[in-house]
């Protein structure tokens, strides 16, 4: 019987083990290659003779650049394309695209507008799909997050993570992965736009420590992590409404004086400067905002590794000099 793919979709559907597997492979296939030029492959090349689809409904740098670059350094190789040049932008059943794709390429990574589509590509897909963003979540995002707090502050598992304004797709992923590996999640926004009810709900059945709040002083009050994302996001139509409620919200340097004095401070890009973070913070010697860009390519290729069923148990293979 032919296995079921392994899809990076929904990271509150995945195991807390496999999150934790492919964090710690991250580290290890990012330390290992210290040094080495960006082109060149790890020595164990694991998805060579693999090719990823990437597919965008959105615009895309990180997302793009980072994908692309961790498969060239998993030894495989990319096909793009914009979802508006595909016949799927002309009306093609998503389930027909996931059944031909399937028998073109090793797995499929999609920047969706709807995640509903994101899930219907997966249940007729026979290859791993890859969630590269959605309405829903942005768990590519979450791991590299993850990774870069591991990297300043030590095991993400009892630190305290402060999300500060919209309780957006990027603030559902802390939700979805807060019980699977243990952080405590506080969570400042406003009333109107808080997080997705549902995901706080199934975090605390999961006896997840997640905390919501009006008051981004409470929520950032000792936390080793302060973490914020743009006020208004592609396809949001009330861009004076969200700065308005959202103006309360900014990171600055008097908020930041809040957290931990070890704190870091992330944001996922792009920055509206002078919006939800001042400059002095971003550009500041707490901010990791460049290792976090950086560490989507890390965690991304631990996320294909996993995706491709590639035994994370065991540590990548060592620098080769």
Known sequence: MT??????VDLWKLEAADLRAILD??????AARDGWP???PDADKPAEHR??????????????????AAMRQLGGSVIISNASDMQLGRG???????????RMVDAIMVRANIHEDLERLAMNAAVPVINGLSDKGHPCQLMADLLTIEEHCGPVAGKTLAWVGDGNNMCASFIHAAPKLGYRLNIASPAVYHPDLVDLARAAEQQGMVAT????REAVAGAHAVITDTWVSMGDTDHDERLEALEPYQVDEELMELADPRAIFLHCLPAHRGEEVTDEVIDG???VVWDEAENRIHAQKSILAWCFGIDLTHPPVGREI
Do not use: C, N, W, Y
Request: proline share 8%.
């Open 38 to 40: 960006m082109g060149r």
């Open 25 to 30: 492979d991250a580290r290890a296939r990012k």
């Open 3 to 8: 296995q079921s793919p392994r899809h990076f």
């Open 213 to 216: 709040t009006h008051d981004p």
């Open 285 to 287: 010697p707490q901010s």
């Open 92 to 102: 093609e059943p998503i389930e027909d695209t996931a059944r031909v794709l399937s």
């Open 51 to 68: 090719t990823l689809a990437m597919i965008f409904e959105k615009h895309s740098t990180r997302t793009r650049f980072s994908f692309d």
